[in-house]
T-cell receptor
């Protein structure tokens, strides 16, 4: 089975811009979660989607949003980018009843 | 307030010996625990997990031990191999928000040949 894929792998944006990141889960996985990894804060949960519905949300401002499509693919959007949004954004997928999450390689976002 | 703590930022072990990575948690609602391994520029790779109804789970060279009363878990790698050198994260979740993983800060394991 192919693993979780994320595009793009690297992205450079400037402050104030917006960005959309994409994630394709493992085939058959219907749950997609997003995490942010920074040197200072470590790995932090952003949100989780299941059957096109956001089921869970972490402690991030409303500038961070996401959606899931009927084929379980997910996108994450960050508007009005700030320097502090520079991070590795990781997507993870899991089975509907599974606790184990399987991560993609991440998208490295740099905000200048 | 860190709910999952890995107090050792780094650990060095000789090849062939046992590596023991430790993790403590404070949230008593956590009932599922996982260990991930991460190489630079890659996403975390799932290693092994344990439910709170168990106190040990084994998979090949990897064994996870859970001590609920102490709110402590550990990952044992025996024997350690140079390819095990990576950052190891423990993570926890509770049944109410099963897919919201709370991660520790990670431990860099270096296995010396």
């Amino acid at each position: 089975k192919a693993g979780v894929t994320q595009t793009p792998r690297y992205l450079i944006k400037t402050r104030g811009q917006q960005v959309t990141l994409s994630c394709s889960p493992i085939s058959g996985h219907r749950s997609v979660s997003w995490y942010q990894q920074t040197p200072g804060q470590g790995l932090q949960f952003l949100f989780e989607y299941f059957s096109e519905t956001q089921r869970n949300k972490g402690n991030f401002p409303g500038r961070f949003s996401g959606r899931q499509f009927s084929n379980s693919r997910s996108e994450m959007n960050v508007s009005t980018l700030e320097l502090g949004d520079s991070a590795l954004y990781l997507c993870a997928s899991s089975l509907a009843r599974g606790n184990e999450q399987f991560f993609g390689p991440g998208t490295r976002l740099t905000v200048l | 307030d860190q709910q999952v703590k890995q107090n050792s930022p780094s650990l060095s072990v000789q090849e062939g010996r046992i590596s023991i990575l430790n993790c403590d948690y404070t949230n008593s609602m956590f009932d599922y625990f996982l260990w991930y391994k991460k190489y630079p520029a890659e996403g975390p790779t799932f290693l092994i997990s344990i439910s709170s109804i168990k106190d040990k789970n084994e998979d090949g060279r990897f064994t996870v031990f859970l001590n609920k009363s102490a709110k402590h878990l550990s990952l044992h790698i025996v024997p350690s191999q140079p390819g095990d050198s990576a950052v190891y994260f423990c993570a926890a979740s509770d049944s109410g928000s099963a897919r919201q993983l709370t991660f520790g800060s990670g431990t860099q394991l270096t296995v010396l040949p």
